[in-house]
């Protein structure tokens, strides 16, 4: 959605890796925001990131108007029932309609081989992966690993909104999944108490509140009763005004 960081530059570089032909999608997709959500003032820097997709010599950069992708009336959505109604799906209702709905067409309009998305929407990468498989899209889905901070922030366009004492506050999310990986690794088996403990350390800390942490399955999203193969860590909090998201995968 613009607002380009090293980690949308990350999976250009994959791209250019796999890919004789690059094309980068641009677009603030209002039908993934929910009525009292930051549509409006979503940062938005084409120009910027032009530039920025022309140093890494990407051959093409799609920019539509919402006109061009929407046209008057249209009644058409593409929904992955259950998992888009779970994580940031049940936390945003609607939101993930929005996403595949806008996903199918961005597929349908550029035909790509391959697509790249990045693992810190862990929740948008299994429902698009679900919809390609459901619906025979010709595409294979890469999920590209987080870009993050010196300080271990995982990098976001809506990192520009916080303050600076929000940005030291927005550390909590990582240090809480550093700490259920290091138990984990540990030895601590128990789902209940990894989730209480990382609960718990995200409560400890002043203008940080919890929307949701979840230990689940990476591909249904389903919550799981032991670690068994790779698992999904998965967090997402208010920093003051600011919702952020992050996660990682615990392998036995």
Request: aromatic share 6%; net charge negative.
């Amino acid at each position: 959605m613009g607002a380009l960081h090293a980690g949308h530059l990350s999976l250009v570089r994959a791209a250019k890796v796999r890919c004789e032909i690059v094309a980068v999608s641009i677009f603030v997709n209002p039908t993934q925001f929910g009525p009292t959500e930051d549509l409006a003032k979503y940062p938005r820097s084409l120009e910027a990131d032009c530039a920025a997709l022309e140093k890494e010599s990407v051959d093409v950069v799609f920019a539509p108007s919402v006109e061009e992708m929407y046209s008057k009336g249209e009644a058409t959505w593409v929904t992955v029932e259950g998992l888009s109604e779970r994580l940031d799906g049940r936390s945003r209702p609607g939101h993930f309609r929005g996403v595949t709905t806008v996903v199918a067409k961005l597929f349908h309009i550029i035909e790509p081989d391959v697509a790249f998305f990045g693992q810190k929407d862990a929740a948008q990468l299994a429902v698009i992966r679900r919809m390609v498989r459901d619906l025979n899209f010709p595409v294979e889905i890469v999920g590209c690993p987080i870009v993050r901070e010196a300080d271990g922030l995982a990098m976001s366009s809506r990192n520009v909104y916080l303050s600076a004492d929000e940005r030291q506050r927005a550390l909590a999310l990582n240090r809480c999944l550093n700490a259920v990986e290091a138990a984990f690794r540990a030895g601590e088996t128990s789902i209940s108490r990894l989730r209480e403990a990382a609960q718990e350390m995200i409560a400890r800390e002043a203008g940080v509140r919890l929307d949701y942490l979840e230990i689940v399955d990476p591909d249904s999203l389903e919550p799981v009763d032991r670690i068994a193969q790779a698992t999904l860590v998965a967090v997402a909090a208010y920093v003051g005004a600011t919702r952020l998201i992050d996660n990682i995968v615990l392998k036995p």
